[in-house]
C-alpha cells in the first residue's frame, strides 16, 4: 500500500509550500534549501525494495547536508530485520525525534457499523449518545475557514501559523480526496451554562472539526480539532464516529488515527499521550512501523 505522503496530491501540496519535490525511481523525496548549507531532505514512507546505494548517490550530486527517511516497513514485517541492518550498515542513525509517526491507531472499516461501534468503550460510546443529546449536528462541509478559526483559537497565539498550510492543503485534495466534518450545535437546545459560551462563538460557527484525507483504501486522520466548549459537549467524539461512517461509504478500508505515543520515542512523543488515549478509545489496531533515520 502506498501512503498519503508518496502521493502526487502531498507533493503538490509539498511544493506550494515551498519544498522541492525530486523523485528516486517512483519514489518522491522532498528538498528545503538553506542558504550555504545545502539542501535539508526527506523520504517519507517510501515501500520497499528500497536502493539505499541510489540514495545516498543522491545525497552526493543534490548536495543534501541533511537526509531523513521513514521506511513504510513494519515492525512486523518479514524483511524488518533485513531492511534495518542494511540502513544502519549504508550510515544511518535512529532519529530520537521522528518526523513521521512510527506508531498509529488503524480501524478496520470492511466491518459492520454495528461491529466498529461495539469494539468503541463503553466511555465513548456514552460520549457519542451524550453529544447527539447535547443537539451536536455534524455536516459534511467545504467551509474550511470556518474549521481554520476553530484551530486558530485552539493554539492561540499561535494559531496564525496553521492558516496558510491548511488552505494549500485543502486546494491540493478537495474535492476528491479530502472531507471536511465540522460540529454544530443550536444554543437554545443547551441548559444556560453553556448557552453564554455557545453565544460567544456567533450563530452557525462550528464547535469542533476533523478534516479526513483519502489515498488509495486509506481514510487518514489528518487534523483534528474542538474549541472546550465542543470537548465538553463530546463533539470530538461525534466527529469520529461520523467520519468512519464517511470514510466507509466511501468505500475505505481503513481509517488511519495518523499517530499515537511511541514508548520507542518517550520524550519525543510526551506531549501525544492525552489525544493517544483518546485515539484508543474507539479500538482498532495498533500499527508499529519501523524507526525514522537520519544522514
Known sequence: MIDIRQSPQFANFMKDIGWKVEK?????????????????????????????????????????FKLKIAPNILTTHNNYKFYHDLIIHHGFQIETSPYNP???????????????????????????RRAIKNSIIVKDSKDINGFIEVRKKQYFPLGFLVTSEMKKLWQNFYPKNASLLLAYTPSQTLPPSHMQAIASIGDNKPLAGILLLYSENVAYYWFASSLK??????????????????????????????????????KASESWKGFT???EGFG????????????
Request: glycine share 4%; charged share 30%; net charge positive.
Open 24 to 64: 528516486i525511481n517512483s519514489t518522491y523525496i522532498y528538498l528545503r534549501k538553506f542558504p550555504l548549507l545545502g539542501y535539508f531532505a526527506k523520504i517519507s514512507r517510501p515501500n520497499p525494495p528500497i536502493n539505499f546505494d541510489q540514495i545516498i548517490t543522491f545525497k552526493k550530486t543534490a548536495r543534501i
Open 277 to 279: 488515549k483518546f485515539k
Open 102 to 128: 512510527t506508531t498509529t491507531i488503524q480501524i478496520d472499516l470492511t466491518q459492520t457499523e454495528e461491529n466498529i461501534f461495539k469494539n468503541f468503550t463503553e466511555a465513548k460510546r456514552r460520549a457519542v
Open 229 to 266: 466548549i465542543g470537548k465538553k459537549l463530546f463533539a470530538p467524539t461525534l466527529l469520529v464516529w461520523e467520519a468512519i461512517k464517511l470514510a466507509k461509504k466511501r468505500g475505505c478500508k481503513i481509517l488511519d488515527f495518523e499517530g499515537i505515543y511511541d514508548e520507542r520515542f518517550p
Open 284 to 295: 482498532g489496531e495498533r500499527v508499529v512501523f519501523m524507526e525514522n533515520f537520519s544522514l
